[in-house]
């Protein structure tokens, strides 16, 4: 059977006869980077690949954590899978998580149309039986558990304050959220961690931000020291931003947007060579 070139987000339960050829599962959860986690996550994954339906199963996040759900998704179409299962690990979760998932798989498709595989999105876990079996089950075994102590007196503790130059901003608002900001979001903090930003060049911080404003310029990214806002980014552009501007001291102007005393709109997308 030839590879389906377009695809779909369909909310189904696993089922074969919903398969147009290999099927791949993906269990996919927010963050995560001790190994505690991780080892969870690959126990799951490997009861999921047990499943007779399932040809292939992998685990990914759509926050930090590697591998991200783009690397996955980008393996397994190159291995051939023409469908691919989301299973979300999340509780509770969004509402506006599918609406967030079309967003982002439609931005990576354009990026990379070539052979790209059906998607379908699983229930929500509160949507299955089992979630509520395990709620009950976690407060029977919570009853029969032990107390928590306490110590008679707890030590002072002091902080460090930051001695990074760089403080990078996400927006985490609703338009940018749904514009696919966890995943930008996401790929900043794993290239921080590969390229050691906490210490490389004058150092840099990066946290989430509730809202910062320019919500039709989403997703939004701001830096300090200078406070340039930068619009409509994506995995490409946090690339740009970290080599030209936070280890480069070059503000990407093709993605800044300056303050001015009108509204402002997304400009259409430039792809301009980076600087050598």
Known sequence: MGRRRGFGLRTVTIDRAHASGRVAAILLARSAVAVAPIDEMRAMTNRVGAIADIDSAAFAFSEQGEPSLRDVIRRLRDEGFEDIVLLPLFLPMEPSLKAWLVRVLSRWRNDEPENWPTIRLAPAPMATAVVGAMVEEMARAALMAESLKFPAKTAAEGSMIPTQKHRVLFCMGGP?????????????????????????????????????????????????????????????????????????????????????????????????????
């Open 176 to 276: 940018c959220n749904n514009a696919g900001a966890p995943a930008v979001w996401g790929h900043f903090r794993n290239e921080q961690i590969r390229l050691d930003l906490h210490t490389n060049g004058e150092g840099t911080v990066s946290a989430k931000a509730s809202c910062l404003g320019p919500c039709s310029l989403a997703p939004v990214v701001q830096v300090y020291p200078e406070g340039v806002y930068y619009g409509g980014v994506d995995e490409a552009g946090i690339d740009r931003i970290i080599a030209e501007h936070i280890l480069g001291g070059k503000i990407v102007a093709s993605l800044a947007y300056a303050p001015t005393r009108g509204k402002q709109r997304l400009r259409p997308a430039q792809t301009p060579p980076r600087d050598k």
